[in-house]
């Protein structure tokens, strides 16, 4: 089982960033984005129910961040605007095999991680 993502990189504030994890090896209930900045524990951002797409944000990123599936390719996307110096972190894909909390960081499968920075 892999969750590969990519997409990270370095932007100027108020740009936009779109991030990608594509799965291999497995179906999965919830997929969700998770992000860690340098001396902070690892926060949920994002997260989506695979069948019927039900999205859940944290409140930082709630109208700036889209969390989005595509079921052909297996992948799940992070559609990132407005970006604030304080969304830099690196940010990890994760995927859930059973129904559960979406915000809980009690995944199963956990990708590398993809480094986002924003510049002010």
């Known amino acids: 089982v892999q969750l590969i993502e990519s997409g990270g990189g370095l932007v100027q504030v108020g740009d936009s960033l779109r991030l990608s994890c594509a799965a291999s090896g497995r179906a999965f209930a919830i997929m969700g984005w998770f992000r860690q900045a340098p001396g902070k524990e690892r926060e949920f951002v994002a997260g989506?129910?695979?069948?019927?797409?039900?999205?859940d944000y944290a409140e930082s990123v709630k109208d700036r961040y889209t969390i989005s599936r595509d079921y052909a390719k297996n992948t799940v996307y992070l559609q990132m605007s407005s970006l604030k110096p304080e969304d830099s972190a690196v940010y990890y894909c994760?995927?859930?095999?059973?129904?559960?909390?979406?915000?809980?960081?009690?995944?199963?499968?956990w990708g590398q991680g993809t480094q986002v920075t924003v510049s002010s």
């Open positions: 989506i129910r695979w069948i019927g797409g039900i999205p």
């Open positions: 994760a995927g859930k095999v059973v129904l559960g909390a979406v915000r809980s960081n009690d995944y199963d499968y």
